[in-house]
């Protein structure tokens, strides 16, 4: 009789045990989920936002650089000059080319990607139509012609500067957006999780109530 006492007493401790142990995992397992998602959502925010958005600036940057390379070049009209900015603009080419290959291996949502292919439309064309004959008639010391050639670029300037633009402030945007995603997810998993710590309290104190009793019944009350 006393060893089934003994064994029943021993299941209750055990599933007793075994009930918070596995509230304590399921808790412990959706901190740590929700710790990894965290850190998903940051990377995602790093690599496709804060990164396309530095990559961008520096295009911009560039282009627009290469367009007071060229203006200058043409103001001066000395061939040292022109050799010397064109040099720089050959450079800027190549990192700008350089910084938009690299932009765009990102990940890239359908509205991005329309954007994007329209900034990529209206550089090229401001590089090969708008710099092309500019920066041959420099290299031929055509001053006159350059200079006539540089409407051209004013005109196709803008549509790429437009574009641009609202690239990057599309990459602010889906930044913000997404930055709010991430906060409102933390912000569940943490009440999921006090709520499971909560719960694993008032089990962990019912149970301790329970065992006392169910003990007391198994074993006999304590002498006096």
Known sequence: MQTSRQMTVARRLTLAFGLLILLTLIVAGLGAWGMRQGQLALHTVYEDRAVPLEQLGAINYLMTRNR?????????????????RLKEFEDNIKASQKNWEAYAATAMTPDEAALAKAVDQARSALVQEGYGPVVAALAAARYAEAQTALKRVSVLNRPFAESITKLIELQVHVAEAEFKAAVDHGRNVNLASGLLISLAVLAGIGIGLTMTRSLTRALGAEPT
Do not use: H, N, W
């Not at 007071?68 to 010397?84: G, I, W, Y």
């Open 68 to 84: 007071v390379l060229v203006m200058d070049a043409t103001m001066e009209a000395s061939p040292d000059v022109a050799q010397k």
